[in-house]
């Protein structure tokens, strides 16, 4: 009750105690713990002459309905009547959850020419945090550029917050409106006026005025959003000050270029700024290098001197600094001129690379490849992806080229977890290939280093290679396979001296999931079989052939051989066309597949096509008219010493053309419309693509991780669609086109609203009996709130009135007493509970409620 106490009261002094005349200011955070977090408030407020007003301590609301007093812990005076205030305050929070930190101070300095009456305007900040433990810990970016800069009349003005995340965390940047009372959109405010634009680039954060048009103080608020695995899981509302001159001065021009480094290693980084007025030019940095624990990061001008000069910037990187974003480095040259200094800023992305593997070694047996390499310089790294592909790329890492391009062909094929384990056995190859392998090391991340030396090896050839499962013709009880393969050249004598056997083995489908033997064969240059009996016209067939050491007392099989199956054709029927899919499984790459069809002209099969691809589509069809195809694959190992080309033919097999083939995904926009509680949906289609479509189909769910539902059938005719809600505004569609034949489309774009907030306190009422505004409510209409915790206090931190009903009906009377409170300011804390996109949310209100005795004494504010 004291607490409640003291906050009412320093609310209600603050304005007659602490008048403060502000300039710019954010707030930023660093996590101590799970639920614990050390704030930072920084303000900058206008000194000098006829400003006596100050500052000492400030109230921070920490946006779960507690708010403490932070005394100042930094004061520093800086040039040209601004003076830089530190405030720092730990808070530990009840539990996961938004909770949006403002501090507000009662005046803005005096004249700001886009704020009406600045000086009476309260000065309002914020920042919004999300705890939630599946996304681990989190620190606000750094803001290492100060919010106060100058510019001139007719030159373009460029500034950046010199943002850093420590967590590696991606950011954007918007604009945003500077914020009054209650973190409300100050009335009348408007962006300063420019001759041609005034902008902020959504990823680097520069701020873009070309060019300001009229002298004087200019306020301009930035949102820096904080992004982690495409979640939102925070913001700043950064208020920034900025004054123009009218001058002939003309700002200097910093040159630097991005640039990359192997961690480990001594980055000296040369930069240089010159200025058309040849005034002399004062270069300094900021940024994250020198944000980071135990940087060594430097920067020292060289070069002084009328219109020109350079800097030197100095870094001994670490291990600990690999990450997949790089760091930002903002070099800065300002003008010595008068009456005022002008500025350009470059931004420079350092991007800190890992270390290549070395020493990669690599073995090769009948049947495996195995692959050790040193461990990495890094001592951090978490351990190694491992690439491959069949024949050499001949790939070298270009300068600040890191892991290994997709462009080249190689598939990752494992990590391998931990500093220290620094080898790996491949066993899914095959005889008849080169295998290529590429190592890169992986950091905390997830960032990857540079990629080693490749390295390439050969399967020891000790044991037969597969080559020929092709179909000699189709039918479903005498269908025939020829079988064939290369033999060995590479037995090792002394171990298996002979005689040698070979057992032929087959299974129904594409994996040799049910081996039996059907053959053996003593000759090793035996190398053919053909098998017969089979339904070929509805199963495809795999075979294996292993190779025995047949010494009598000494019989054990050698190597361990691979599987390798027919082609196997089926459809996918279409309208107007049949898709033909080339299945199969075979340790030799198939490069090409000529497709042949049955002709009623020729009486034969003939060639209708070729491709690269594992399908084909024959279109032009005649739909409900069967048509028999088959293929011929060409393929071959990577290696010399086996057949080439490798020739097999599928299975003959028939299909009617018919209509299957779904319509093409709509492309859905949708938007809320708040005030008519309403969802408004509409598409866009293409002729072509749709010209059979009979209807759409509009899914909804009401929360982010729901089940969509279908609310909506919409003739073709109709491109829009209004949905009423009927639990909360907030929600996600998506939908989908249906043609003729009930082919339903993939589905749409996916969007998901939750933008509109209904319920709202007024600030005044009147409880004197003559029924106008004799109930303290909500304003109505209000839609999907659950309930509330609302609590009414006096001056001295009474409590007045509690309830849960969302309409509250406050008659103005004392709970206990039963008697009509006195006239008066009361303060309310309220938790809003309201149907989100996430489910029920908790949603903060605190505010004051004045209680007058009649209704002509202070009309209802709506």
């Known amino acids: 009750m004291k607490k409640i106490l003291l906050l009412i009261l ?179 405010y408007t962006l300063p006026a420019a001759s041609n634009s005034l902008t902020v680039n959504e990823i680097t954060g520069d701020l873009v005025w070309n060019t300001p048009v009229n002298p004087g103080v200019y306020n301009i608020a930035m949102l820096i959003e904080e992004w982690r695995d495409g979640i939102k899981i925070g913001q700043i509302i950064r208020d920034m000050q900025i004054e123009v001159y009218e001058t002939d001065n003309h700002p200097p021009e910093v040159i630097a270029l991005d640039t990359c480094i192997e ?69 800065k040259a300002e003008d010595e001129s008068s009456p005022v200094n002008l500025v350009d800023i470059n931004n420079v992305s350092i991007t800190i690379v890992g270390p290549k593997v070395e020493n990669v070694a690599i073995d090769a047996t009948t049947t495996e490849i195995s692959l050790v390499w040193d461990e990495n310089a890094c001592t951090n790294v978490t351990g190694y992806n491992v690439y491959r592909r069949i024949t050499p790329s001949g790939f070298i890492p270009d300068y600040c080229e890191v892991g290994v391009p997709e462009e080249l062909g190689y598939s990752k094929i494992a990590y391998v977890e931990g500093f220290s384990s620094t080898s790996y056995n491949d066993i899914s190859v095959s005889q008849g290939h080169e295998y290529c392998y590429l190592i890169t090391a992986v950091f905390p991340d997830g960032a990857e280093g540079y990629a080693s030396d490749e390295v390439c090896a050969v399967l020891v050839r000790g044991i037969p290679t597969i080559t020929n499962v092709s179909v000699n013709s189709t039918d479903e009880t005498n ?50 079989f053909v098998d017969t009996g089979l339904d070929t016209k509805n199963n495809a067939w795999s075979y294996k052939v292993e190779f025995y050491n047949n010494e009598a007392g000494n019989r054990f099989l050698i190597g361990t051989p691979h599987i390798a199956s027919s082609v196997f054709i089926d459809f996918q029927q279409m309208e107007n066309a049949l898709k033909l899919n080339f299945n199969k499984n075979t340790p030799w790459v198939n490069s090409e597949y000529t497709v042949y069809r049955y002709s009623e002209t020729l009486a034969d099969f003939d060639s209708i096509g070729t491709t690269g691809a594992e399908s084909y589509i024959d279109d032009g069809l005649i739909n409900g008219k069967e048509y028999c195809y088959y293929v011929i694959s060409t393929g071959s190992y990577s290696i010399d010493g086996i057949i080439n080309p490798i020739i097999n033919l599928s299975q003959e097999n028939c299909e009617e053309a018919i209509d299957t083939t779904a319509p093409c995904s709509p492309y859905m926009v949708a938007t809320s419309t708040c005030d008519s509680v309403r969802f408004n949906i509409d598409w866009d289609y ?105 609590k009414i206090y006096d001056r001295w931190g009474l409590l007045m009135f509690e309830t849960d009903d969302p309409d509250i009906n406050w008659d103005g009377r004392n709970y206990k007493s039963g008697k009509i409170v006195s006239r008066g300011v009361y303060y309310y804390i309220c938790d809003v509970y309201e149907q989100r996109l996430t489910g029920v949310e908790v949603r903060h209100l605190h505010g004051f409620i004045h209680v007058f005795d009649s209704q002509e004494e202070n009309p209802i504010q709506e």
């Open 10 to 188: 320093s609310i209600l002094l603050v304005f007659e105690l602490f008048a403060t005349h502000n300039r710019a200011g954010e707030i930023t955070y660093r996590q101590i713990s799970d639920l614990t977090f050390e704030i930072t408030i920084i303000t900058y407020t206008a000194t000098g002459p006829g400003w006596t007003a100050d500052r000492p301590e400030l109230e921070i609301e920490w946006g779960d309905n507690t708010t403490s007093i932070l005394p100042r812990s930094e004061e520093i005076f800086l040039p040209d009547y601004y003076k830089r205030n530190k405030y720092v305050g730990t808070h530990t929070y009840p539990g996961p959850g938004i909770y949006v930190i403002v501090v507000e101070d009662p005046n803005r300095n005096l004249g700001v020419n886009n704020i009406p009456n600045s000086v009476n305007t309260v000065f309002s900040i914020s920042t919004t945090m999300l705890i939630n433990p599946e996304i681990g810990t989190n620190n606000t970016p750094i803001l290492t550029q100060p919010p106060i800069d100058k510019a001139a009349v007719g030159q373009v003005f460029i500034h950046n917050p010199g943002a850093f995340d420590p967590d590696g965390d991606s950011l954007s940047y918007k604009l945003t409106t500077c914020r009054a009372e209650n973190g409300e959109p100050i009335e009348g």
């Open 686 to 790: 293409n002729d072509t693509c749709y010209d059979d479509v009979m209807e759409y189909r509009i899914y909804f769910t009401q929360h982010l991780d729901g089940t969509f539902e279908l609310v909506h059938t919409a003739p073709a005719t109709t491109q829009s669609y209004v949905y009423y809600p009927e639990i909360g505004m907030a929600g996600c569609f998506y939908m989908t086109a249906v043609d003729s034949f009930s082919n339903e489309s993939f589905v749409s774009n996916k969007i998901c609203l939750d933008d509109c907030t209904y319920y709202e306190l007024p600030n005044v009422f009147t409880p004197n009996g003559d029924n106008i505004h004799d109930l303290f409510q909500p304003f109505f209409p209000y839609y999907f709130v659950e309930k509330v915790d609302m």
């Open 479 to 528: 269908g025939e396979i020829y079988v064939a393969w290369a033999k060995q050249t590479e037995i090792d004598i002394g171990e298996a001296p002979g005689p040698y056997q070979y057992v032929l083995y087959r299974s129904d489908g594409f994996f040799g999931d049910d081996l039996i033997e059907i053959a053996t064969m003593d000759d090793i240059d035996d190398t053919t």
């Open 263 to 331: 961690a480990g290693t001594f980055l000296q980084y040369d930069v240089s700024a010159t200025d058309p007025d040849n005034d002399y030019i004062v270069l300094s940095a900021a940024g994250a290098p020198f944000e980071l624990e135990e940087s060594t990061a430097s920067f020292v001008q060289d070069i002084y001197a009328p219109g020109i000069a350079t800097g030197t910037f100095e870094w001994q990187t670490l291990c600990d600094y690999v990450r997949k974003q790089p760091y930002t480095l903002n070099i």
